[in-house]
């Protein structure tokens, strides 16, 4: 017991060092870069433009300090402090059954964080995004989309915790097998119903008017064979001033969604090398290789849950002093990403790679410029900084750094003029 409790403080401690410490790298990387546009963006982007991006980022980072420093606190009053064992005695008293009980429990502690997290979010929209020209939500917006968010949670979120609960208390020493099952089912039916059935609950979808653009990205759907039902641009300006395009669906439900704001700032040819890119994604696979490694990591994840529900130390050593379905489900579920966060590098590196190659096969389908030219403006319009901490984005950046994606387009110009 005593064991894995020095094991977990110290990856909580090392971890939490380690994002501290590589936000602070980013940090002075960005502010001594603050005063100059790199070279490879003079021509694209203001010095008024880079010093933007440069103390979003910075008040960004400050944000991660307190947000990180905070959730290593509470990780500590729930756990060892013994506030879940409090919550759990508290639960106890109800007099109703362990299934009732579990998931009573889970879900009063799960809105326990959230509202705890309320706070964090009200600032980043409303403080953080307002004073860089983001925010276009409003009070009301923002509560009614809490209250459409927490409800669709509770009527997805109840009836698939009592199931596991339920597979945990009579499923025998397989019951992660079965509930590894029923969680793709679920993520299936949610992925199929969320273009058709949630996000309209959020915005609304228009179909791509008649035009220019609407017939550049049809020929390119026809060169890439993808299919889809249809083409649409989202009324995402209603919330922020970030743009942005995306997939949704799958199989023959997919469609092609673009924000408004995207619509805003990008040329036709612009459009359709994003969208290409995109489509790259898609072409090659890395839809589906994605997914495998999610379903992958649950399986395995719920396997490792599975073995340590059936040990006494695992409890203990965090602060719980019985065990139960509903306690080792909570308890892993906020003690996993302590040890989990060591592996993001990996993922990071493999989703660099992605990108590297959807950029690839976007140039071959539109040419490199018009992708480039449509990057600068999304890093611009996005205030993203241009000059990123190396290691720090290594570690957690998903996409290329701006100055690494475009200098890899650049280099195919330069080869085909030289050819």
């Given at each position: 017991m005593a064991d894995f409790t020095l094991l977990f403080l110290g990856a909580l401690g090392a971890g939490l060092a380690l994002q501290l410490w590589l936000l602070q790298r980013h940090a002075r990387q960005v502010a001594a870069n603050r005063g100059q546009v790199p070279d490879a963006f003079v021509e694209r982007i203001t010095l008024a433009e880079h010093q933007k991006a440069a103390d979003y980022t910075l008040a960004k980072?400050?944000?991660?300090?307190?947000?990180?420093?905070?959730?290593?606190?509470?990780?500590?009053?729930?756990?060892?402090?013994?506030?879940?064992?409090?919550?759990?005695?508290?639960?106890?008293?109800?007099?109703?059954?362990?299934?009732t009980t579990g998931?009573?429990?889970?879900?009063?502690?799960?809105?326990?964080?959230?509202?705890?997290?309320?706070?964090?979010?009200?600032?980043?929209?409303?403080?953080?995004?307002?004073?860089?020209?983001?925010?276009?939500?409003?009070?009301?917006?923002f509560l009614l989309d809490l209250a459409l968010q927490t409800l669709l949670s509770l009527l997805l979120g109840i009836p698939l915790l009592w199931i596991v609960l339920w597979l945990m208390q009579e499923a025998g020493q397989l019951w992660w097998l079965a509930a590894w099952l029923v969680w793709i089912g679920v993520t299936l039916l949610v992925t199929w119903i969320y273009p058709t059935v949630i996000a309209p609950l959020f915005n609304r979808f228009s179909p791509l008017e008649e035009g220019q653009l609407k017939n550049r990205i049809q020929q390119l759907l026809d060169r890439c064979g993808f299919t889809s039902k249809g083409i649409f641009i989202m009324d995402g300006s209603k919330r922020s001033g970030h743009g942005n395009?995306?997939?949704?669906?799958f199989g023959k439900q997919k469609r092609i969604v673009f924000f408004?704001?995207?619509?805003?700032?990008?040329?036709?040819?612009?459009?359709?090398?994003?969208?290409?890119?995109?489509?790259?994604?898609?072409?090659?696979?890395?839809?589906?290789?994605?997914?495998?490694?999610?379903?992958?990591?649950?399986?395995?994840?719920?396997?490792?849950?599975?073995?340590?529900?059936?040990?006494?130390?695992?409890?203990?050593a965090l602060g719980v002093a019985r065990s139960s379905d509903a306690l080792a489900l909570l308890l892993f579920l906020l003690v996993a990403p302590v040890f989990a966060q060591f592996l993001t590098p990996i993922a990071s590196f493999l989703?660099?790679?992605?990108?590297?190659?959807?950029?690839?096969?976007?140039?071959?389908?539109?040419?490199?410029?018009?992708?480039?030219?449509?990057?600068?403006?999304?890093?611009?319009?996005?205030?993203?900084t241009l000059t990123p901490d190396p290691l720090y984005s290594a570690f957690h950046d998903s996409h290329p750094p701006a100055p690494v994606r475009v200098a890899q387009l650049s280099s195919t110009i330069s080869h085909k003029l030289e050819s």
């Open positions: 980072v400050s944000m991660l300090r307190i947000d990180l420093s905070f959730n290593a606190l509470l990780l500590l009053i729930l756990t060892l402090g013994g506030g879940i064992a409090w919550l759990d005695r508290l639960w106890q008293t109800t007099g109703y059954g362990p299934l998931v009573g429990l889970t879900l009063s502690l799960l809105l326990l964080l959230g509202l705890l997290e309320l706070p964090f979010s009200i600032w980043r929209t409303f403080v953080l995004e307002a004073r860089f020209g983001f925010n276009r939500t409003t009070p009301q917006r395009a995306y997939f949704t669906g408004d704001t995207l619509m805003e700032s990008l040329a036709p040819e612009e459009m359709e090398a994003v969208l290409a890119h995109e489509l790259g994604h898609y072409k090659l696979r890395h839809v589906y290789k994605q997914l495998f490694f999610s379903v992958l990591a649950t399986l395995l994840a719920l396997a490792l849950l599975g073995w340590l529900s059936g040990q006494d130390w695992f409890y203990q989703s660099r790679r992605h990108e590297f190659e959807a950029d690839d096969f976007a140039q071959k389908q539109t040419g490199a410029e018009p992708l480039i030219q449509a990057l600068v403006k999304l890093y611009r319009e996005n205030a993203n």
